[in-house]
């Protein structure tokens, strides 16, 4: 049976600008209507030629959960050790680097996060066509008062993550998005103005009115 998709009544405006990442949860599991409604969603998303290849794996047993993390926590490190930062422990990252820190708390304590969905596609090379469903995912978990945040694994771990939970070879990762209630607040985030990246009918044009009087006659 279809979920209830009334429940998603948050108006899209205040799901999207009010959702920014959630690292911290409180460990009330998600209920699974939720989760239903959360996965219905970002199975609407577009892909290419709609042939659907996003796949979905949800993780919301404790113990595995706590395996996944181990090795979530080692791609973390790992990826800091790709981009040369000198740090080898939490203690080490600058604290004024508040991205670095609160991403490095989560590598710690996603172990005990209520529930974890990994986005894979079937096909290599399908980024395109799961990126939009995990953007539906995360804004119908906003809707329902369920915090998000996406996060990467690092290729050192990734087999032993398709053999921790059983996913077939020819499965691509893309994604792991790790979800719960927060603790703490959603709110405003800090992005870069729209028309400081937008520019009008050629490239470098800047849009400097967002007014009808820029728009063709
Ligand atoms: C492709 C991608 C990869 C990301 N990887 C991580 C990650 O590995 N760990 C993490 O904590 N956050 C990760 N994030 C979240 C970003 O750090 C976050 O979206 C950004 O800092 C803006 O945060 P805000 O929405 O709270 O303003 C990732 C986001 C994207 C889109």
């Known amino acids: 049976m279809q979920p209830d998709n009334a429940r998603l ?5 205040e799901a999207m600008f009010s959702q920014r990442s959630i690292r911290r949860f409180r460990s009330d599991p998600i209920p699974m209507d939720d989760l239903h409604l959360i996965l219905e969603a970002a199975v609407k998303a577009p892909s290419g030629g709609n042939r659907q290849p996003a796949r979905f794996l949800v993780l919301n047993e404790p113990e595995v959960i706590r ?3 181990a090795l979530y926590r080692e791609a973390w490190w790992a990826k800091r050790r790709d981009e040369k930062r000198p ?9 004024e680097d508040k991205g670095s ?3 490095a708390r989560l590598a710690d304590e996603i172990k ?6 990994l986005a894979l596609t079937s096909v290599r090379g399908g980024a395109s066509s799961v990126i939009p469903s995990v953007q ?25 993550v398709y053999g921790l939970l059983g996913i077939p070879q020819e499965m691509e990762f893309h994604l792991c998005i ?6 703490g607040n959603f709110g405003s985030t800090q992005r870069k103005p729209a028309s400081e990246v937008t520019f009008l009918n050629r490239w470098g044009a800047s849009v400097n009115e967002w007014t009808s009087a820029a728009a063709p006659v």
Do not use: K
Not at 138 to 146: F, K, N, V
Not at 178 to 183: A, L
């Open 178 to 183: 790790p979800m719960g209630y927060p603790r």
């Open 101 to 103: 820190t609160a991403a």
């Open 87 to 95: 740090w080898t422990s939490r203690e080490q990252i600058p604290p």
């Open 136 to 160: 539906n995912l995360m804004l119908a978990a906003r809707a329902l008062g369920i915090g998000s945040v996406p996060t990467t694994l690092h290729p050192t771990v990734l087999e032993r």
């Open 67 to 69: 395996q996944f993390g």
């Open 9 to 13: 009544s948050m108006s899209v405006g």
């Open 112 to 117: 005990d996060a209520p529930c974890i969905v």
